[in-house]
């Protein structure tokens, strides 16, 4: 893969990214604050461009979103190397409850 792909599938991602948020934030507020772990003043800024703006801010050459899972423990309990899949829920369960704790202290 060379440099121009790599940066068209940047762009492509960020402009999949701020279309998803912008959905999620209108359709439940609360819910896309917790998904894409943003703060209340990031969804009213995503929520309120207009598709010009969305296309102007996703043409950049950086990524928009990051990965949330930044730790061992997170990464371990969402992959399940090695469990049966009757964890697996559990694993999962716990994963999201160690990102949401994060959300509320970022919040």
Same mark, same amino acid.
């Given at each position: 893969m060379n440099a +121009? &792909? !790599?940066l068209a599938d940047i762009r492509e991602a960020n402009l999949s990214y701020l279309m998803l948020a912008q959905n999620l934030i209108r359709i +439940? *507020?609360? &819910?896309?604050?917790? *998904?894409?772990?943003?703060s209340e003043e990031s969804a009213q800024m995503i929520g309120l461009l207009s598709?010009? &703006?969305m296309m102007k801010v996703a043409?950049?050459? !950086?990524?928009?979103? *990051?990965? *949330?899972? +930044?730790d061992d423990v997170v990464w371990g309990l969402l !992959?399940?190397?090695g469990k049966s899949a009757a964890n697996e829920t559990t694993s999962r369960l716990h994963a999201s409850i160690l990102m949401a704790g994060r959300h509320q202290e970022a919040a």
């Open positions: +121009d &792909q !790599t +439940d *507020r609360e &819910q896309a604050l917790y *998904r894409l772990g943003i598709p010009a &703006q043409s950049g050459n !950086t990524l928009l979103c *990051r990965f *949330r899972m +930044d !992959t399940n190397h």
